[in-house]
């Protein structure tokens, strides 16, 4: 069975910087885009950014931009979300999701909790 | 950025009846292959988000057939012919036809 675990949440202050991971297991995983998804608490989905299979094309939603930065290494079968300059608005869960070619599949992580405050 | 607009935003249904959500957005999801990325998620209390419906009526695997939706261009509707117990939870529609890829804002379906 697909399975995706989320790492590398918790509590940073205002400003900081934290890097989640994104194990990925029982597929293959080169073949497929990858994305991050948030949800802050008691709020909907928000796509937060995306990055084709080899990693030579990233996008990002605008409220990330020049803060945030995805990558992976297909080498660890690992998908990671760099963070910088971290602001209260940024806390919530960070899912982690691939969706197959041409959306035919769908796979989330139990995702992992961001919370930012001082 | 597309909106997409869900209703309703509350959803109180008894057991056996049936129950529909309807999304709308804000630009045409049809892609210029002809297909429409219009998928319907749901996510239970405390879980992640699972998804039910990909490009507007096909059901993911392990989905019951209760399910179903419909739609084209900028109108679509998730229907569950007979609510069960553990329907309850939020709905979702997203489109992946334009980026970024956008979610409604859920619709919160419970038991009466």
């Known amino acids: 069975e697909v399975l995706l675990v989320e790492s590398g949440g918790g509590l940073v202050q205002p400003g900081g910087s934290l890097r989640l991971s994104c194990a990925a297991s029982?597929?293959?995983?080169?073949?497929?885009?990858m994305h991050w998804v948030r949800q802050a608490p008691g709020e909907g989905l928000v796509w937060v950014a995306r990055i084709n299979e080899d990693g030579t094309y990233t996008t990002n939603a605008d409220p990330v931009k020049g803060r945030f930065t995805i990558s992976r290494d297909n080498s660890r079968n690992t998908l990671y979300l760099q963070m910088n300059r971290l602001r209260a608005e940024d806390t919530a869960v960070y899912y982690c999701a691939t969706f197959g070619r041409q959306w035919l599949l769908s796979y989330w992580g139990q995702g992992t909790l961001v919370t930012v405050s001082s | 950025d597309v909106v997409m607009t869900q209703s309703p935003l509350s959803l109180p249904v008894t057991p056996g009846q049936p129950a529909s959500i309807s999304c709308r957005s804000t630009q045409s999801l049809v892609n210029s292959d002809g297909t429409t990325d219009l998928h319907w998620f749901q996510q239970r209390p405390g879980q992640s988000p699972r998804r039910l419906i990909y490009k507007v009526s096909w059901r993911d695997s392990g989905v019951p057939d209760r399910f179903s939706g419909s739609g084209s261009g900028t109108d679509f509707t998730l229907e569950i012919s007979r609510v069960e117990a553990e329907d309850v939870g939020i709905y979702y529609c997203?489109?992946?036809?334009?980026?970024?890829?956008?979610f409604g804002q859920g619709t919160k379906l419970e038991i009466k």
């Open positions: 997203m489109q992946g036809t334009h980026w970024p890829h956008t």
């Open positions: 029982e597929f293959t995983f080169t073949n497929y885009w």
